[in-house]
């Protein structure tokens, strides 16, 4: 993959290369593959400014610095990790203007049962909160054009994108799914910066077929689309080879072909992990107390140090932790099993 940057053949694609940063441009070329997004270990110190409720359970936090210095800049697509009251770990896509170095916001949806989210929502102005990053494992790339696919909470990364290719005087579209659309924050927003290129499409008329979603979309747009992973495998079947393709999804990669194998852990138990598990879920399942947060390896919460055995995601692609190490949410023993440190 070339690592130089793509020609601004326009004013408005350099408009947008403003916007972007150089990091991403560099991460992010043209094809369906993108780099992870590596550990970013700058800690940053936010306050809670203001919690507003565009939706009965979704919370829009505005983040500001407890000292006078400007919060780190950031472009579309990029998400902190929010250290949370009880020592909880989670991360959010910054969904507010990347120019305003003032603020970070965030969107949260309150998931049922999720101890993270609920957290979230019991936040008030004034709670202090530590902040790791913001990083980037879905960065905005130039392109002729784009289009833009949403599901529910999934449009918070893709919100800064819309605004920034509007800026750019680049055609674009947004598609963006949910349940009603009293359940789909900021479209309504972004439908004002110019309607006719935004569709608010709730489920109740049923769930639309990716060819609804990719109708009209030029071959040489980029598609960029965050949601649930069926809406994301869907998409992706339903495009051509040749499209340029970008997606984030907000849980768990699917395992694939999984095999079964044993995780002995330094001074503990042995556990197996089934072929449909992850070694982090089998594992929290008699050690509670292991970290994670992205569960997609790219975090490095649940990295951890491997005594004997090797590790990789499948056959294809490597453990995302490195040698030595292995990234317990996705990483699957190559043999029967390994044996692993959990004291880091
Ligand atoms: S939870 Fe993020 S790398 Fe495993």
């Given at each position: 993959m070339s690592t130089a940057p793509p020609p601004y053949p326009n004013p408005a694609a350099t408009a947008l290369a403003a916007i972007t940063t150089v990091s991403q441009r560099m991460a992010v070329r043209s094809g369906r593959r993108r780099r992870p997004a590596g550990p970013v270990e700058r800690t940053l110190q936010v306050e809670v400014r203001a919690v507003r409720r565009p939706c009965p359970d979704v919370a829009v936090l505005d983040l500001v610095p407890i000292t006078s210095a400007p919060l780190p800049g950031w472009g579309p697509g990029a998400h902190v990790d929010v250290e949370l009251p009880s020592g909880l770990l989670r991360q959010y896509s910054l969904?507010?203007?990347?120019?305003?170095?003032s603020a970070y916001r965030i969107a949260v949806r309150a998931v049922p049962g999720g101890a993270g989210s609920a957290e979230v929502h019991a936040l008030t102005p004034g709670a202090r909160l530590r902040l790791r990053g913001p990083r980037n494992a879905f960065p905005l790339a130039t392109a002729p054009s784009y289009l833009f696919l949403a599901g529910g909470i999934g449009i918070t990364p893709i919100a800064p994108m819309v605004r920034a290719a509007h800026a750019a005087g680049l055609p674009w579209r947004l598609v963006h799914t949910g349940r009603d659309l009293a359940s789909m924050p900021l479209s309504g927003e972004l439908a004002a910066l110019a309607p006719d290129r935004v569709v608010r499409r709730p489920d109740d008329g049923g769930v639309p077929r990716p060819e609804q979603l990719l109708?009209?979309?030029?071959?040489?747009a980029a598609v960029y689309c965050c949601g649930p992973p069926p809406m994301i495998e869907a998409v992706r079947r339903a495009l051509p080879a040749a499209q340029r393709f970008h997606s984030e999804r907000f849980s768990p990669p699917p395992i694939r072909d999984g095999r079964p194998f044993t995780v002995r852990i330094v001074g503990g138990p042995e556990v197996t992990v089934p072929a449909d598990r992850s070694a982090l879920d089998a594992v929290r399942e008699i050690r509670p107390e292991v970290p994670y947060s992205c569960?997609?390896?790219?975090?490095?919460?649940?990295h951890v140090r491997l005594v004997a055995g090797t590790t990789t995601?499948?056959?294809?692609?490597?453990?995302?932790?490195g040698p030595g190490r292995t990234a317990l949410c996705v990483g699957r023993a190559e043999g029967d099993g390994v044996t692993v440190d959990l004291g880091r």
């Open positions: 969904c507010g203007d990347p120019a305003d170095r109708s009209g979309v030029d071959a040489d569960r997609q390896g790219f975090c490095g919460t649940c995601i499948d056959p294809t692609r490597p453990d995302p932790a």
